[in-house]
């Protein structure tokens, strides 16, 4: 996929765009690292999801990094060779390092590398993204599309439950203290992105109540903060993909109006979640990319 300003679009796999779903839309994709038992590694290039689960339940310990800055200034020199302009779409700098890393390498290049900083990781990224193609190929250059997409980087919101919130306490995304507040007996939570950052939201017993709590908090967003406004809404599980398939049922018999689609978490990020999470995230059509056609 080309445009007319030649500006590559670039994020990391923490957005859930695989490297072929990028391959046809010309997007640059950065695989985002993670270490089991001392061995680093990246999803569907030396572990596959089965793979990666097999070991959480054995009691495997997964931890998260940044992509390797050598890599990532390679890549920023060489697409430079064949674009003329680079927007790099990261995970939420609320959340990793990597996109301060990447806008200090950026700074090297005269304004030609833009590193977008909106918050958003997970289906809110993947929108991003997709939203900066239609941009580009609307005639927005870099700075016009970083400077588009930061000022909604507001206008989302996030609900998670997981299992064994342990995943996330290790992986420094939320602290004892602040679970030790509500007592998880026979509960499992839900977490609201705020700013990028997870805080507890609210408590419910069962799935079924789990989901309940995550689609009554959507439907409030959307007739409150986003009230009037064109909405999108997507879903995210890890899990088995019937377990995607039977949130993407329920999602879309809650809210009938929406085409809704629901991604499986990257393995990088479900590092911090463990097995059996799931997620929804509504968010504000960006009204200045209306050419947005893709759904990946």
Same mark, same amino acid.
């Given at each position: 996929?080309?445009n007319e300003?030649d500006?590559?679009i670039?994020?990391?796999?923490?957005?859930?765009i695989?490297?072929e779903?990028?391959?046809?839309?010309?997007i640059?994709?950065?695989?985002?690292?993670?270490?089991i038992?001392?061995?680093?590694?990246?999803?569907?290039?030396?572990?596959s999801r089965?793979?990666?689960?097999?070991?959480?339940?054995?009691?495997?310990?997964a931890?998260?990094?940044?992509?390797?800055?050598?890599?990532?200034?390679?890549?920023?020199?060489?697409?430079?060779?064949a674009h003329?302009?680079?927007?790099?779409?990261p995970?939420?700098?609320?959340?990793?390092g990597?996109?301060?890393t990447? !806008?200090? =390498?950026?700074?090297? &290049?005269?304004?030609?590398?833009?590193? +977008? #900083?909106? $918050?958003?990781?997970?289906?809110?990224q993947?929108?991003s993204?997709?939203?900066a193609?239609?941009?580009?190929e609307?005639?927005k250059n870099?700075?016009?599309?970083k400077?588009?997409l930061?000022?909604?980087?507001?206008?989302f919101?996030?609900?998670?439950?997981v299992e064994?919130p342990?995943?996330?306490?290790?992986?420094?995304?939320?602290?004892?203290?602040?679970?030790?507040s509500?007592?998880?007996?026979d509960?499992?939570p839900?977490?609201q992105?705020?700013?990028?950052?997870?805080i507890?939201?609210?408590?419910?017993?069962?799935?079924?109540?789990?989901?309940k709590?995550i689609?009554?908090?959507?439907?409030?967003?959307m007739?409150?903060?986003?009230?009037?406004?064109?909405?999108?809404?997507?879903?995210?599980?890890?899990?088995?993909?019937?377990?995607?398939?039977?949130?993407? !049922?329920? =999602?879309s018999?809650? &809210?009938?109006?929406h085409?809704?689609? +629901? #991604?499986? $978490?990257p393995?990088s990020i479900s590092?911090?979640t463990?097995?059996?999470s799931?997620?929804a995230?509504c968010m504000?059509?960006?009204?200045?990319?209306p050419?947005?056609?893709y759904?990946?």
């Amino acid at each position: 996929m080309t445009n007319e300003n030649d500006i590559w679009i670039v994020t990391d796999s923490n957005s859930g765009i695989t490297e072929e779903e990028g391959k046809k839309l010309g997007i640059g994709i950065v695989p985002m690292p993670f270490t089991i038992d001392k061995k680093q590694y990246f999803e569907n290039v030396n572990i596959s999801r089965d793979e990666f689960f097999d070991m959480l339940s054995h009691g495997k310990k997964a931890s998260t990094s940044q992509p390797s800055v050598s890599n990532l200034l390679s890549l920023f020199e060489n697409g430079l060779k064949a674009h003329r302009e680079i927007v790099y779409i990261p995970m939420s700098s609320a959340l990793s390092g990597s996109c301060m890393t990447a !806008k200090c =390498l950026a700074s090297s &290049f005269m304004g030609r590398v833009q590193v +977008v #900083d909106n $918050l958003r990781i997970s289906c809110t990224q993947k929108q991003s993204v997709l939203e900066a193609v239609s941009l580009a190929e609307g005639g927005k250059n870099a700075q016009e599309i970083k400077t588009i997409l930061e000022s909604h980087k507001g206008d989302f919101r996030v609900y998670l439950s997981v299992e064994n919130p342990d995943y996330l306490k290790e992986g420094g995304r939320i602290k004892d203290a602040e679970l030790a507040s509500y007592p998880l007996v026979d509960m499992r939570p839900v977490f609201q992105m705020e700013s990028g950052n997870l805080i507890f939201y609210t408590k419910a017993k069962g799935i079924k109540n789990v989901q309940k709590r995550i689609l009554e908090a959507v439907a409030y967003d959307m007739s409150h903060s986003f009230f009037g406004k064109d909405v999108i809404i997507k879903g995210a599980y890890t899990g088995s993909k019937e377990k995607g398939r039977q949130w993407l !049922k329920t =999602l879309s018999e809650y &809210f009938p109006a929406h085409l809704i689609s +629901v #991604d499986a $978490l990257p393995l990088s990020i479900s590092c911090h979640t463990g097995p059996d999470s799931i997620a929804a995230a509504c968010m504000e059509k960006i009204q200045e990319a209306p050419f947005v056609k893709y759904e990946i």
